[in-house]
């Protein structure tokens, strides 16, 4: 199989728990990727997302802004019962060069971000023994993945692969 081969064999993967495995023709070796939900990622890791924090609700219905955000912050619902705060990044004006639907695209990117969270990219390269029994060799990783869209995935393996010895 070729490269190109494998890399589409292992590129139909996209969500936390999806896994794709390719195995090369004399049956040696395989190849495993998983994604993975990233659980130590936050937006707040990442300047170019902006910041988030969590909302508290007031009886009163003031809901004041957290410390240190201003006027541009909105408050995001991220799920049925839940809303954050989130200050959109705006270092050199960016946040100012974008018209209002595209201002409403941005916020319900990261609303859905934190509602899904960021995810891992694993590849396991693996041999199998006289026994039969498949054994990890190499293993690489990536994490802090906001999205796997538009190419990302291929883009990933190939630098994971290199890093597996493939």
């Given amino acids: 199989m ?6 589409q064999a292992l590129g139909d993967v996209e969500h936390p728990g999806d896994s794709a495995t390719w195995t090369n023709e004399a049956g040696t070796v395989r190849l495993v990727v998983e994604v ?3 659980e130590d990622a936050s937006i707040n890791d990442y300047e ?3 910041r988030i924090s969590h909302y508290v609700s007031h009886r009163d219905g003031h809901d004041p ?3 240190g955000f201003t006027g541009r912050a909105r408050k995001l619902e991220v799920d049925r019962s839940g ?3 989130w200050e959109p990044y705006a270092e050199g004006g960016w946040w100012d060069g974008l ?3 595209q201002q409403r695209a941005e916020a319900q990117r990261i609303a859905d971000l934190v509602q899904s969270g960021f995810v891992g990219v694993s590849l396991d390269r693996q041999t199998k023994c006289d026994q039969g029994h498949w054994h990890s ?5 990536l994490w802090g993945i906001d999205s796997l869209a538009g190419g990302y995935m291929r883009e990933i393996l190939v630098d994971l692969l290199a890093e597996v010895s493939v």
């Fill in 48 to 50: 170019s997302d902006g």
């Fill in 36 to 38: 993975h939900h990233d």
């Fill in 2 to 7: 070729s490269p190109d081969e494998t890399l």
């Fill in 83 to 85: 809303f954050v705060w």
């Fill in 99 to 101: 018209n209002v639907a």
């Fill in 137 to 141: 060799e190499d293993v690489a990783s």
């Fill in 65 to 67: 802004r957290p410390e």
